[in-house]
Every structure is written in structure tokens, then in C-alpha cells.
């Protein structure tokens, strides 16, 4: 059985930073891009960062770009994401998700519980 | 941000028929891209409910169904029952810069 469980999430203050983590289980990780998809409050879905099995290529969609970094580690079957200059719009749940193949541009077939990352002073 | 749009509700009583239309442009849906469709049960994760347009993963009831046509694409939901009650996003590719798009979303009522 997949499994995704993120942490690192919490309270962090404006221009601060924070590191997120997905544990991944159940399927073998270096086969697999990865992203992490973020819910604010009431709001919908948004996609920041995805990279491809390998490692070698990464994606961000300008609103986090010099801000976020995404990388992983196959030998820790482990996910990252790391954020820095924390905005209060950066406030959401922050949800790691498995691709369907080693690289990006399809759908996302597993997803974790989320870890919720507010900032605020 | 979204680039995907989708009416904000839908109802309909248990047993009828609800569709939730997804509007997209020509560096996404228009571009050939496939469409995905999630379901997110309250306080829950989402959940891949159809892939490459008209798809489902193993589990998943065949009373959702999905198409796609031009810029746009559909999920229609029969049966409708109470456990379906959640929000729905469709997802699909762009080519400008934001590679996965997301639809607004759609949260769908059972009277």
C-alpha cells in the first residue's frame, strides 16, 4: 500500500523559514516524480514544486520560485520541500503527492494527509 | 491563480444525475492535454477519481464518468448518493509555465 506522511509543518513568522518532509512507502520511490500541492484555508488546490525520480530536474510555477526549493533523497525514500521567505499567502495545508511515472506532466495518483503551515507574527 | 475554471456548486437528490464542467484555454485542455479529476471528502486528503479524461483507478465506482471536448471537459456523477458529497477539481497540463493546473473547484451538495 502507498503511503505519504508529511511533517515539518507549524507556525512560522513573515520572512521566515520552514522544511517539509514526506515519508513515502509502498511503491519504490526513484521510479516516481513527486510534488507538493498546497490547500490555503478555503481555498482550492495549487500546485508548488515538482521534480522528476531522478532528482535531476525541478519545477515551480513563478509564485514560489527563489523562495522554494524541492529535492529528495531515493536512498531515504524521502521528499522535501524547502521554504524560505514565508509570506502570510504561503499559509495552507501543504499535501506531498506521487506522479504516475519518473517524470512530470501527468496526474497524481496518491497523496499524503497534509501538514499545515501558517505564518503570522 | 486557477486557469481551470468550474462552477463553485452543484446539487441534485440522491439517485439523479450532477455534471461539473471544466473550462480551460489553449495552452492546457485546448492544447491536447489530458484531464484528471479528484475528489476531496471534507477534512480529507484528494483522491484521484479519473485520469486521461475518462479513466478510473481501480475502486472507483463506475457512476463517475469524464470526457473532454475542445477546451473543456466534464464529470458527470449518476447515482448520486450521499457519500459523493465532497469538492471535485479537475487538473490537466499547461504549457505557460504553471505545469499542473488546477480547476477552481466544485463542491457538490446531495439535497
Known amino acids: 500500500e502507498v503511503q505519504l506522511v508529511e511533517s515539518g509543518g507549524g507556525l512560522e513568522q513573515p520572512g521566515g523559514s520552514l522544511r517539509l518532509s514526506c515519508a513515502a512507502s509502498?511503491?519504490?520511490?526513484?521510479?516516481?516524480?513527486m510534488h507538493w500541492v498546497r490547500q490555503a484555508p478555503g481555498k482550492g488546490l495549487e500546485w508548488v514544486s515538482g521534480i522528476t525520480g531522478s532528482g535531476a530536474s525541478t519545477y515551480q510555477p513563478d509564485s514560489v520560485k527563489g523562495r522554494f526549493t524541492i529535492s529528495r533523497d531515493n536512498s531515504k525514500n524521502t521528499l522535501y520541500l524547502q521554504m524560505n521567505s514565508l509570506r502570510a499567502g504561503d499559509t495552507a495545508v501543504y499535501f506531498c503527492?506521487?506522479?504516475?511515472?519518473?517524470?512530470?506532466?501527468?496526474?497524481?495518483?496518491?497523496w499524503g494527509q497534509g501538514t499545515l503551515v501558517t505564518v503570522s507574527s | 491563480q486557477s486557469v481551470l475554471t468550474q462552477p463553485p456548486s452543484v446539487s441534485g437528490a440522491p439517485g439523479q444525475r450532477v455534471t461539473i464542467f471544466c473550462t480551460g484555454g489553449r495552452s492546457n485542455i485546448g492544447a491536447g492535454y489530458d484531464v484528471h479529476w479528484y475528489q476531496q471528502l471534507p477534512g480529507a486528503a484528494p483522491k484521484l477519481l479519473v485520469y486521461?479524461?475518462?479513466n478510473r483507478p481501480s475502486g472507483v465506482p463506475d457512476r463517475f464518468s469524464g470526457s473532454k471536448s475542445g477546451t473543456s471537459a466534464s464529470l458527470a456523477i449518476t447515482d448520486l448518493q450521499a457519500e459523493d458529497e465532497a469538492d471535485y477539481y479537475c487538473q490537466s497540463y499547461d504549457s505557460l509555465g504553471v505545469l499542473y493546473v488546477f480547476g477552481t473547484g466544485t463542491k457538490v451538495t446531495v439535497l
Open positions: 509502498g511503491f519504490t520511490f526513484n521510479n516516481y516524480a
Open positions: 486521461g479524461n475518462n
Open positions: 503527492a506521487k506522479d504516475v511515472t519518473p517524470t512530470v506532466g501527468n496526474w497524481l495518483d496518491a
